[in-house]
């Protein structure tokens, strides 16, 4: 679906804001031009862009690869106002050490900073860095205001982190983006298997979604909220369809406050 004709669906379901993968954009760029997209994004009157997702960027052996999608992802941060790049690292078992990480964050981060916007580890539990607990003890050594997390609910119980883990382990300055979802209790396939193709929406899996809001929200983090639901069957229904019922549901599991900006 044209780039055009997906913000208008997001427009038109209540979503204040979105993110866009690197395919997405080097699409964007391609077409229309990422000038032309930022105007797109404010006459539509979103507040919140993402862009993701660098991987590879701790391995200069690698940096004829990943180093053209950095220059991407900083071109469309800077033109599009996201509030940070979204990184990952590669797919496998958790390390136990993960300090060889810290002297390529630091640089990634210095270079987004100077382009106004900052850098944002997501740990998966099929990855390098496979807990949130892990991670926040990473940024406190990387120790850069403009270095932090992307927190997805899913990979905090597939992790097996505990809400309490949570509150100890992390610092609310740390938190740059919460995205939220649900899933059964039992792993259909692999963890990456399970990631990809059975997510539910919020409220109609197993885990506990308010649970995990509240936890958020007691260590600081005031939103926005994301949401990440990647199923098959959500795929499967028409985008507005899909889009209204991420964020109805997702709305229904925030208690009685303010209505959060999604």
Same mark, same amino acid.
């Given at each position: !679906?044209?780039?055009? +004709?997906?913000?208008?669906?997001?427009?038109?379901?209540?979503?204040?804001?979105?993110?866009?993968?690197?395919?997405?954009?080097?699409?964007?760029?391609?077409?229309?031009?990422?000038?032309?997209?930022?105007?797109?994004?404010?006459?539509?009157?979103?507040?919140?862009?993402?862009?993701?997702?660098?991987?590879?960027?701790?391995?200069?052996?690698? $940096? +004829?690869?990943?180093?053209?999608?950095?220059?991407?992802?900083?071109?469309?941060?800077?033109t599009l106002g996201a509030r940070f790049i979204k990184v990952g690292t590669s797919i496998g078992t958790p390390l136990n050490d993960i300090d060889f990480?810290?002297?390529?964050?630091?640089?990634?981060?210095?270079?987004?900073? !100077?382009?106004?916007?900052?850098?944002?580890?997501?740990?998966?539990?099929?990855?390098?860095?496979?807990? $949130?607990?892990?991670?926040?003890?990473?940024?406190?050594? $990387?120790? !850069?205001? @403009?270095?932090?997390?992307?927190?997805?609910?899913? +990979?905090?119980?597939?992790?097996?982190?505990?809400?309490?883990?949570?509150?100890?382990?992390? @610092?609310? /300055?740390?938190?740059?983006?919460? @995205?939220?979802?649900?899933?059964?209790?039992?792993?259909?396939?692999?963890?990456? @298997?399970?990631?990809?193709?059975?997510?539910?929406?919020?409220? /109609?899996?197993? /885990?506990? $979604?308010?649970?995990?809001?509240?936890? !958020?929200?007691?260590?600081?983090?005031?939103?926005?909220?994301?949401?990440?639901?990647?199923?098959?069957? +959500?795929r499967k229904l028409p985008v507005k369809e899909a889009l209204r019922q991420a964020h109805a549901t997702a709305l229904a599991c925030f208690p009685a406050?303010?209505?959060?900006?999604?």
């Amino acid at each position: !679906m044209p780039i055009t +004709h997906r913000l208008e669906a997001l427009s038109s379901t209540g979503w204040t804001g979105f993110g866009l993968a690197h395919d997405d954009l080097a699409a964007a760029r391609s077409t229309l031009g990422f000038p032309a997209l930022r105007k797109l994004i404010d006459d539509a009157g979103f507040r919140h862009v993402e862009v993701e997702l660098l991987s590879g960027w701790w391995d200069e052996s690698l $940096v +004829h690869h990943w180093r053209p999608q950095f220059d991407l992802l900083l071109d469309a941060a800077e033109t599009l106002g996201a509030r940070f790049i979204k990184v990952g690292t590669s797919i496998g078992t958790p390390l136990n050490d993960i300090d060889f990480l810290v002297e390529p964050l630091r640089r990634l981060t210095a270079e987004a900073a !100077m382009r106004g916007t900052r850098i944002a580890l997501e740990p998966m539990p099929f990855s390098m860095v496979g807990s $949130v607990p892990a991670a926040a003890e990473l940024m406190r050594k $990387v120790d !850069m205001p @403009e270095c932090g997390l992307v927190v997805d609910y899913w +990979h905090v119980f597939r992790a097996g982190t505990t809400f309490g883990e949570l509150s100890r382990s992390l @610092e609310a /300055q740390q938190i740059f983006g919460v @995205e939220l979802n649900d899933a059964d209790a039992e792993i259909r396939g692999s963890l990456f @298997e399970d990631t990809r193709y059975n997510r539910r929406l919020c409220g /109609q899996g197993d /885990q506990d $979604v308010t649970g995990f809001i509240r936890t !958020m929200k007691a260590i600081g983090f005031d939103g926005p909220w994301g949401v990440e639901i990647l199923s098959k069957e +959500h795929r499967k229904l028409p985008v507005k369809e899909a889009l209204r019922q991420a964020h109805a549901t997702a709305l229904a599991c925030f208690p009685a406050d303010p209505a959060p900006s999604l």
